[in-house]
């Protein structure tokens, strides 16, 4: 990035294989649990079939297992960074796999539906990881190197879930026939949960909070995202709704399906109302001093640009999560597949991860626009879905293939060119605006996991296509793309250096 | 004549600008100098402050080689910007129209320098100027 040669050369795909050096061990490691959090995290995808036809449930009460599955992530991703500030990310991260582990048991060896649905949300925090995950890269890298680090953490990581989806059946197969088709599955899930306690426990010993001797420093956290103009706080605040607005629709859909009373979906309304109210008063409380003051014209910056990255991110990480939890009984269902293999297409979606989403981030770099890069992606988002909705069982199976497989090449590499335009956005709020877009990859996968329980397979792709169609068009016509600035300019003659140097003499 | 000279720390930019002054000496060209810092990934809040430390060392090494090329008797404009440099460099160009712009070419041999390449190759089809390419 800047003084490469000056400060020794940038990290490279070489240097991964280096496994001397403590920073790549450490990258490694919290790569591992990463990787293990997304692992357990979705380890219930693959099985849904299986649990199904087993466990005697309907397929409406899977559809509000998967959307209880990524509910708590948000509000998790804000207390769990802020107990990662305050405790480090080693102590948080351990903590995290250790506790998580529990309620993954308990899922595993549920006797009942409520169980289930509890566990499971509980167990919807485990998503929090990435936060963790990616302070721990913060502390041991360089900044020149961090987009890299955090490049191949993101994407390893990421892995976990499609990896989850390729094994998970196999083991539960495994298992079944060890100990029976009724308890196979809760075997399979259970050793995940296993693995991901004793991790946690690794790691606590195993790493420290960045290189020996380092100090661990809390980075600054602002209480709400700063903005330039009276209409854009406006427009903050119309952003920063549904980012907890989310779970009153999550909790709109349990009573819906009977498992609240009218008084306990009050109190969840008003525990959420507080919760906006307050992200409200937050926001009022940073700008409204900022604002009275003025913002000088060249510490300007749009909140256009950052609600475009949210919508971006809706449509690429959102669409992502939520398909990534139905695709493998969509397989299963659509051409017949037994589990194993439909998880292994399932999961096929999101293996793709670590190369494409890479991949749209290095054309991103490369390509003239990043705009461009970015409104290329989100129209092949939204025709490759449109493309997902035209399935049906009379394709050929390869092709269904690798119609999933453009359409994942898309979505995810459009993580990546959404990712590499956050951090030009507004440089002092970089942090703020990667959880704003982070946030509503969530409020996507909330909203399109909670949309699939009211409609068909066909329909849920259309509907993530329209989306993204949406997402195109404003991107389209509201972002512009940040170009940067000229930061300093003078001007010297031989006549100065001569009047200079008539001084010095 | 007025020169434009995309400096970036390397030994090759300031090679460039050795090059364009050696060539050029002849016209007395004014320079201009021009340095992008780019932003940074990191989204930490300590980003913040190693990010303020490579803006106040480019901005060193830019003072360091306007007096330089001033000492070597040209007229010297020096423009820092933050940005994208491809982006940033065109648009330097394009508020101060110089007749050439000269800019150090490294060659794709490992992922930094294929980036630079890449700011090379922009520049060459969209400088709007006529370009330099000093080789290693």
Redesign the interface.
Known sequence: ??????SG??M??GDLFDLRREDIRALYKTTAAFFLTFYVWFNMAPLVTTIVSVGGLTMAQLKLLAVCNVALTVPARIFIGMASDHFGPRRTFSALMVIMAVPALVFAFSTGYTEMLVSRLIMSMVGAGFVIG??MT?LWF???D??FA?GVEAGLGNWGSSIAAMTIPAATVVSSSLVGAEYGWRYGMALSAAVMMLYGVYYWFGITDGPVGSTF?K???AAAIEVSTWGDLGNAIVWTVPIMGVLALLAWRVHGMGFMNETALMVCYGLVALGVLYQMVQLLRVNVPILKRGVPEDDKYRFTEVAVLCAAYVVTFGAELGVVSMLPAFYQKTFALDPVKAGLVGGSFAFLNFFSRALGGYIS??V?S?KGALVVYLAGTAATFGLMGLITPAWPLPLAILVTLLCALFVTGGCGTTFAL???VK??V??QV?GYAGAYGNVGATIFLTAYTFVSSQQFFFLIGAVALASFLFAVLAFRE?????????????V??ALEAGHAH | MKIMVGIDGSPLARRALHRAIEIFRPLAPEIVLVTVVEETLDASGMGEQIFDKWRESRQRYLKEMADWAASQGAEVDALMAVGDPRKMLQEAIRSKSPDLIVIGRRGASDVEAMRLGSVSAFLIRHAGCDVLLVHK
Not at chain 1, 482 to 494: I, K, R
């Open positions: 990035m800047v003084n490469k040669k000056a050369k940038k490279a795909w990616i302070h913060s360089k900044p020149r961090i987009g955090e420093r980075p600054r956290r770099d490369r003239p990043r956050v951090p030009l440089r002092r970089t942090g990667a940040p170009a940067g600035a000229f930061a300093e300019e003078y001007h010297l003659s031989s100065d250096r």
